[in-house]
């Protein structure tokens, strides 16, 4: 009997322990993939609910805004087009097996979505549209696109509600509201822009970096790198500063996973925000 009781309370405390130190990182997830409001979405709205107050564009009228994207070639990307007429659209295709000169393509396949993004940039900067919104090439799906910030991970929602206005008075904005993963307290000590590399990163731009103007010690943003921006804020740049950065992607030496995701967090800086 002693024993029995001893072990139900050695397991009782077991669990609760077992509970304690995995309470935070299960409710951490759950925030990230929100998926309270994924099942909520999905249970009790109708599949067109999001898109309810949308009205189709005229044919053939494309608004004075694009969506850049970079896709691997097999990444089916006609829903951009289809659903989103009014926007216009720079996908590029990182890896082609294709010589055609209609299929955009970046000068190699390193840094992920970044490269693309820059060589949108780069090789448009004199002639932009108002607004830009860069995207990864999921339309939605709850694993593939559980960084798209809508109830139903959707970028197509997401576009179709995107304040316009809002990002006109911000020039830089987000497209993520959610801070977890990227911009929670304990990881504004970030992995993967030290000081060292932001220094690597913006030498020979015009971020002056200099005895007063150092690098920051803590960097954050929500994570994921889609993001809408001005014409207006891209432009407080020379086109130089971007091609610096894209060099900078083309000869480091770190794998794409890394140099992919400094990109991600430095977004935001590059386009005039603080660091966190
Ligand atoms: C951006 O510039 C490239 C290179 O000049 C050009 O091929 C492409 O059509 C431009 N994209 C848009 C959307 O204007
Ligand atoms: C859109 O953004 C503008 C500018 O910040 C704001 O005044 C307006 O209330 C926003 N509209 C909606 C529907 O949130
Ligand atoms: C240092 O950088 C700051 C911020 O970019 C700038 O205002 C300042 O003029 C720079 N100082 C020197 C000596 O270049």
Redesign the pocket.
Known sequence: MRLALRFTLLTAVFLAIVYLVLKAPIDDRLDQYGVGSYIKDKVFTSAKGAALDYLPPLPGTTGDKIIVMAKLEADDTRWVTEELADWQSAVYTVNPSTEDPDTLKTPANKGREAMAYLTYIIDNYSDLPGTIAFLHSHRDGFFSSWHTDTPSHNNVDAMRTLNLSFVEENGYVNLRCKRSPGCLEAQTHNAHVTPEVYLEVFRGTS???????QAPALVGAACCAQFAVTSEQVHKRPREDYDTLRRWLLQTDEKDAKSGRVMEFLWHIIFGKEAV
């Open positions: 971020t002056q970096i200099n005895e007063t103007a």
